[in-house]
């Protein structure tokens, strides 16, 4: 989201280096862990789903598009039966835990579709011209 919003540019190297260690670090498989430190609760031994989501759009902004494709199809296809997702997802038995199901990690899916698709490198950015207001000393 630091390229969607325009706080960095998709080639600026500290968001590259903060994409790949991340993808490195907190990646296992189509999972992605938001932390791999001992809390409260010891280890984690889940992925946050909407992690793996939005490692998809970040590695699509910094031009890693086949690998971001690849890791949304593969999360893509673990939802239930009926297309949902869990809040979390176990990494040894990728078994769906937390709340069910997770409104958050289903607009993540929606706005990785919709950034991964066609109709997404078609759209135009609209930008709107907000006079600044006067600032106060």
Same mark, same amino acid.
């Given at each position: 989201?630091?390229?969607?919003?325009?706080?960095?540019?998709?080639?600026?190297?500290?968001?590259?280096?903060?994409?790949?260690?991340?993808?490195?670090?907190?990646?296992?498989?189509?999972?992605?862990?938001?932390?791999?430190?001992?809390?409260?609760?010891?280890?984690?031994?889940?992925?946050?789903?909407?992690?793996?989501?939005?490692?998809?759009? /970040?590695?699509?902004? %910094?031009?890693?598009?086949?690998? *971001?494709?690849? =890791?949304?199809?593969?999360? !893509? +296809?673990?939802?239930?039966?009926?297309?949902?997702?869990?809040?979390?997802?176990?990494?040894?038995?990728?078994?769906?835990?937390?709340?069910?199901?997770? /409104?958050?990690?289903? %607009?993540?899916?929606?706005?990785? *579709?919709?950034? =991964?698709?066609?109709?997404? !490198? +078609?759209?135009?950015?609209?930008?709107?011209?907000?006079?600044?207001?006067?600032?106060?000393?």
């Amino acid at each position: 989201h630091m390229t969607y919003h325009e706080f960095l540019e998709s080639d600026d190297i500290r968001l590259i280096n903060t994409v790949k260690a991340i993808d490195k670090n907190l990646r296992q498989g189509y999972l992605v862990q938001r932390y791999k430190v001992k809390d409260d609760f010891g280890v984690s031994k889940s992925a946050f789903t909407i992690c793996s989501f939005w490692l998809v759009e /970040a590695l699509h902004y %910094i031009g890693e598009e086949e690998k *971001a494709r690849e =890791l949304f199809n593969q999360i !893509s +296809k673990k939802s239930n039966h009926l297309g949902l997702f869990s809040e979390d997802i176990d990494i040894a038995t990728k078994k769906m835990t937390g709340n069910f199901p997770q /409104a958050y990690t289903h %607009i993540a899916l929606i706005n990785t *579709a919709i950034l =991964l698709s066609e109709w997404s !490198s +078609k759209r135009k950015k609209i930008t709107l011209l907000v006079p600044r207001r006067k600032r106060l000393v």
